[in-house]
């Protein structure tokens, strides 16, 4: 029988690590029931592993009791590292005993699978140097400033690359779970737990859920002089060849500045900063697909829609009626 362990971190954890924890506890143990229920024989034992034989969470309001700690566990076939505290510098350094042990087992051909801010560790390790992650969008900026080397794409929900498994943020957790479940066993378990947890199955995308903040962590004074410009004419199309000018850079060296401040080129950020308005004026007024173009400056409805779908993943009239209930009677 194989083995998943499910990490208990010490001193790093939060409520949002206690909810991995157990979420993902209890769903590989209703897998592992429905499988046998099925005729199978057992795949996978599911244990949570701690490096002491208690570990407290939120000032000692939980309490965890893993089942063994990594000094005793010298081989697993799956590790699943859960949310962690927002101390990123914590985080980056890990805790080295767990870091160390996690890189270990990778060597010896163990899977990994990080949810939330679990990536934080697990980038630490250098394990997802040249590797495509995904982590909550809230940490985008902090993740891209301490991992340069990794292939960070927030709009994802998982990403699945040489045996290691990562994915958004916070309770969608649980869609990973739903993805790893149907790798080890089948779909037909995978579909089992999705109706049981009632788990959305086969989600692919977190942009619907993002809220656009530039990254402004920089020290490109011109960048941010180009960020603040393009945030106070959201109504106005903006020309990047004017903007550029403007501040007297060429437009290869203007894109090329911007792209290594922000993360996003110059006109991406333009786009990102007028949908993010939109979504805002969908989620709390009622002014038509129109209006909400025209106030964002955008004159193409075209234009606006496959922009709009190309962030947020929805359309323009979608998004509208998910957030807004009063919208949807216009």
Request: aromatic share 10%; net charge positive; glycine share 6%.
């Amino acid at each position: 029988m194989k083995h998943i362990s499910i990490i208990a971190p010490d001193g790093q954890g939060n409520l949002s690590s206690v909810a991995c924890i157990v979420g993902s506890y209890e769903i590989l143990l209703q897998a592992a029931e429905h499988w046998k229920s099925m005729g199978n024989k057992d795949l996978y034992k599911a244990q949570i592993v701690g490096i002491a034989a208690n570990t407290e969470f939120d000032n000692g309001l939980f309490s965890i009791r893993p089942h063994t700690t990594i000094a005793d566990l010298k081989k697993t076939n799956l590790i699943i590292i859960p949310s962690l505290a927002r101390d990123y510098q914590k985080a980056l350094g890990g805790n080295k005993l767990l870091t160390d042990w996690i890189t270990q087992q990778y060597k010896q051909g163990a899977e990994i699978a990080t949810m939330c801010s679990g990536a934080f560790m697990l980038a630490a390790t250098g394990l997802l140097n040249g590797k495509n992650c995904s982590t909550h969008w809230s940490s985008e900026n902090t993740f891209k400033s301490l991992f340069p080397d990794v292939n960070l794409h927030t709009h994802k929900l998982i990403t699945d690359e040489n045996g290691i498994y990562t994915n958004g943020g916070a309770y969608s957790f649980l869609n990973l779970l739903i993805y790893l479940v149907e790798k080890y066993y089948n779909r037909e378990t995978a579909i089992y737990c999705a109706k049981v947890f009632q788990i959305e199955i086969d989600r692919q995308h977190q942009s619907v859920f993002s809220i656009f903040s530039g990254q402004k962590l920089h020290e490109d004074e011109d960048v941010k002089k180009a960020q603040q410009y393009i945030e106070s004419r959201i109504d106005e199309k903006i020309s990047i060849e004017d903007l550029s000018a403007k501040l007297a850079i060429g437009r290869r060296n203007f894109d090329r500045r911007f792209i290594k401040a922000t993360g996003n080129t110059p006109l991406e950020y333009a786009q990102r900063v007028k949908i993010e308005a939109a979504k805002k004026s969908f989620e709390t007024t009622r002014k038509t697909i129109n209006e909400v173009m025209y106030d964002v400056g955008y004159s193409d409805i075209k234009a606006f829609r496959e922009v709009f779908r190309k962030i947020t993943g929805m359309s323009p009239l979608e998004y509208r009626n998910r957030y807004n209930k009063e919208a949807m009677t216009v």
